[in-house]
């Protein structure tokens, strides 16, 4: 059973804390595909297998039972589901209801509690059963344990397993929990690689950071968190409803976001800076962390090791690299000195406080270690403070004035010294000393996105190192995937590209080399020329879109406004999502015809109180928006809940739903022809 007690912020394979779902959604307020009126049924309901795929429409390849990805004659692609039937993915994000309130402040779980006898066992088929009359089939990243067809229950009939099956994607947050560091599994956390982000970078900055992926104890957290809570879905006898793994939400993944191609939609400016840039600009060491509370005893960032080892291995010599930059580097390292174990003072049993001048001038920022007793117990955090989870102080870069505190004073006799580094990182002339300063932006340029100011030599070495990292990232994960379950679809993480654009091309390359599918979140389908630039360095190869809408006026969430691309009705917003959809099943790439989209994910179950948005099927008062059930009085809910009693809002809110369901009729009839 993969529930556990750590934090409420905890997000495990479709379990999360629903406040602290990341906030960096995007909009879909490009103009939709001209279509016809979803307002009334355009078709009757499709006869579909028990996965939800269409039995008309049979693979002539004969596979083991579990889901897995084809091109038919017709150069559709689409899953397979275990029956062996085409199977397009209607999904939803965030089927989950923990710390969710509505505008009153009143608890969704106290009163779905209340309406269906608990906060979860009961909740969750109900909901399932709702989701299927509205023609979903899939379980979405960020869902409940109890939402998942693999999870058992003790009072749940039979054999306890799930009563309302639906197939599901496994999704896994490593990337933010190895700098956690959950549970120990990565032995030493992790380090978030851009929180030494050079000071000459003034762009976004994510709240969470980016894991440092060429870090080993990286990768060993992702092995241990695929072994322990992946623990119940491999051994499930029902691990076939798992249409594959989905790794990391995409706030988590800054840089292989909106790449530099395209303009992003409905808001322009959030293209993602390229990552390499990032990392060449970027501190080489990290010594603690107060927002993941670490202390590094390996100060290394890995990441920028890695592009130290790939340059030395083009060039050779540091000469042969100056002369292809421009660069006037004196090594391919560091040319700081490193001071390990300078005395700053020994332990009384009484003293807590310590004050101490350096000997060596100009402090490194980030470099500083402080050692008891010759175990690493804090870090300078790159502005003046030192920090451990048992010590503060200050640290003045330039003088070397160092003041220590700690609650409790040290023993008698016990050792306190400093390792840290003189004259390095943004003061030393080697390449690991690079921090983008005015004096090297001859070369490495100020265009932190497009790189179109750097000399062509440097974009070329930092496209390149772009590919490594992302190649680096997919195919360790694919390793670990199918090292903990072989055969398992990766469909990489919650998005890739994101605000409707694809990502950096040298992104989509190493994706297309180790993903079976990849999500794009934002407006769809998506231009002719953005499909076919998919094309040109992802593959032919399948992809799938994140839905991401609202109507603020007509719900709920009525006193806030809306987002960028807002609807001002419910059914506006089902209109929309009708053409896009029904859109989906002709798009092809140009250069070979295939049909490229194999799903659709509806963010989100709920409503969002916390970002006042509705993105909601439900509204927080749990009430489907079908123009029916969200209403001020009581009334008997729409089936399949018939038995229960809806209503109780502040107003009317109208129908969603309808043109919903017939959005997922009428792509059956397309897909079917």
């Known amino acids: 059973m993969i529930v556990r007690t750590i934090s409420p912020a905890v997000l495990l394979f479709g379990l999360i804390a629903f406040e602290a779902i990341a906030t ?126 693999t999870h058992e229950f003790p009072t749940w009939p039979g054999d306890r397993s799930n009563p309302v099956k639906v197939p599901f994607l496994a999704f896994l947050r490593p990337s933010f929990y190895a700098m956690e560091n959950e549970n120990g599994w990565a032995g030493m956390p992790v380090k978030n690689m851009l929180a030494g982000v050079s000071p000459y970078y003034k762009g976004y900055r994510p709240a969470d950071g980016v894991a440092d992926y060429f870090d080993p104890n990286w990768e060993k957290f992702l092995a241990n968190q695929l072994a322990h809570d992946g623990a119940e879905i491999k051994q499930s006898a029902y691990k076939r409803y798992m249409i594959g793994v989905s790794l990391d939400d995409s706030d988590d993944l800054f840089g292989f976001g909106a790449g530099p191609d395209f303009r992003t939609q409905p808001e322009a400016g959030k293209n993602n800076p390229h990552l390499g840039w990032l990392v060449l600009t970027a501190s080489p060491e990290q010594s603690a962390s107060a927002q993941y509370s670490a202390v590094y005893s390996d100060a290394c960032v890995y990441t920028k090791n890695a592009l130290h080892d790939l340059l030395v291995a083009k060039y050779g010599t540091i000469a042969a690299l100056n002369d292809a930059w421009g660069s006037n580097y004196s090594t391919f390292g560091s040319s700081g000195s490193t001071i390990r174990g300078e005395t700053v003072g020994t332990g009384s049993g ?35 403070r030192v920090w451990g989870p048992n010590l503060n102080g200050t640290i003045d870069y330039s003088t070397g004035a160092l003041n220590i505190t700690f609650p409790n004073a040290p023993k008698n006799g016990a050792a306190i010294t400093v390792n840290y580094v003189q004259n390095g990182w943004g003061a030393g002339q080697g390449l690991m000393d690079e921090d983008g300063r005015p004096s090297h932006q001859g070369w490495v340029g100020r265009d932190d996105l497009g790189l179109s100011d750097a000399r062509s030599t440097v974009r070329a070495d930092l496209d390149r190192f772009l590919y490594e990292i992302a190649k680096h990232y997919f195919s360790v994960e694919r390793q670990q995937i199918e090292a903990w379950l072989p055969g398992a679809l990766f469909l990489g993480p919650t998005t890739l590209g994101t605000w409707s654009t694809p990502s950096n091309q040298n992104v989509l390359k190493a994706a297309g080399e180790s993903l079976d599918a990849m999500a794009i979140g934002g407006g769809w389908p998506l231009s002719q020329k953005q499909l076919d630039f998919i094309r040109q360095f992802y593959g032919d190869k399948p992809i799938y879109v994140g839905a991401y809408r609202t109507a603020n006026a007509d719900s ?59 993105w909601g099927l439900v509204t927080l008062d749990d009430n489907a928006y079908d123009g029916h059930e969200a209403v001020p009085g009581r009334v008997s809910c729409s089936p399949p809940l018939e038995n229960k009693t809806c209503g109780g809002e502040e107003r009317s809110y109208g129908d969603l739903l309808t043109p919903v369901k017939n959005a997922h009729r009428r792509l059956f009839q397309l897909l079917s022809r």
């Open 24 to 149: 960096g959604c995007q909009w879909d307020g490009t103009p939709a595909p001209q279509s016809a009126s979803a307002a009334e049924p355009t078709s009757p309901s499709p006869k579909l297998d028990e996965y939800g795929g269409f039995p008309g429409m049979a693979s002539p390849n004969h596979a083991k039972k579990a889901f897995r990805l084809e091109k038919f004659s017709n150069k559709k692609w689409m899953f397979v589901d275990p029956d062996n039937n085409a199977f397009f993915m209607n999904g939803v994000y965030v089927l989950d209801q923990s710390g969710s309130t509505d505008e009153l402040g009143t608890s969704f779980a106290g009163r779905t509690g209340a309406k269906y006898g608990d906060t979860g066992p009961a909740w969750a088929p109900a909901q399932l059963r709702r989701m299927q009359t509205w023609g979903f089939n899939t379980v979405g990243p960020f869902a409940s344990v109890y939402a998942l067809a």
């Open 350 to 384: 009484t003293m807590a406080s310590f004050t101490k001048t350096l000997a060596h001038t100009t402090v490194t920022r980030f470099s500083l270690q402080l050692l008891l007793a010759g175990a690493v117990v804090g870090g300078d955090l790159g502005d003046g």
């Open 556 to 614: 709920g969430l009525w006193r806030h406004a809306g987002g960028p691309g807002d609807f001002s009705t419910q059914a506006g917003r089902g209109q929309d999502y009708f053409n896009r959809t029904t859109a989906l099943a002709a798009a092809t790439y140009s250069q070979d015809g295939s049909r490229p989209y194999v799903g659709v994910i509806w963010w989100q179950y709920l409503d969002n109180r916390g970002e006042r948005l509705n």
